[in-house]
């Protein structure tokens, strides 16, 4: 029912930034919980950033002060901004999107919408 396209993804070197976007269709975009994931070769897809309809944001360890997930309601937008990349950031990074008015946002089972995927690779 919603959804959600990728884009942004590329080549960079270590320590380059990039800036990831989702776009999501419909109406009910402000009322989604909206996360990043990401999945390298051989992983789980793991959680990067979620930010929930207060824009109240979370971030795993791994990316904190580098990494910083914002929305543009207006424009039906999720963002992850990505500077300072290092190579193990490299991974398909996938869009989600949760409709669900609670449960934990941290694990891939609370999203019920999911995106394409965008390569990200950086090289050292």
């Known amino acids: 029912q919603v959804q959600l396209v990728e884009s942004g993804g590329g080549l960079v070197q270590a320590g380059g930034s990039l800036r990831l976007s989702c776009a999501a269709s419909g109406r009910s975009f402000s009322s989604y919980v909206m996360g990043w994931f990401r999945q390298a070769p051989g992983k789980e897809r793991e959680f990067v950033a979620a930010i929930m309809r207060s824009d109240t944001t979370y971030h795993t360890d791994a990316v904190k002060g580098r990494f910083t997930i914002s929305r543009d309601n207006a424009k039906n937008t999720v963002y992850l901004q990505m500077n300072s990349l290092k190579p193990e950031d490299t991974a398909v990074y996938y869009c989600?999107?949760?409709?669900?008015?609670?449960?934990?946002?941290?694990?891939?089972?609370?999203?019920?919408?999911w995106g394409q995927g965008t390569q990200v690779t950086v090289s050292s």
């Open positions: 989600a999107a949760g409709a669900k008015g609670g449960g934990y946002w941290g694990h891939v089972g609370f999203y019920d919408y």
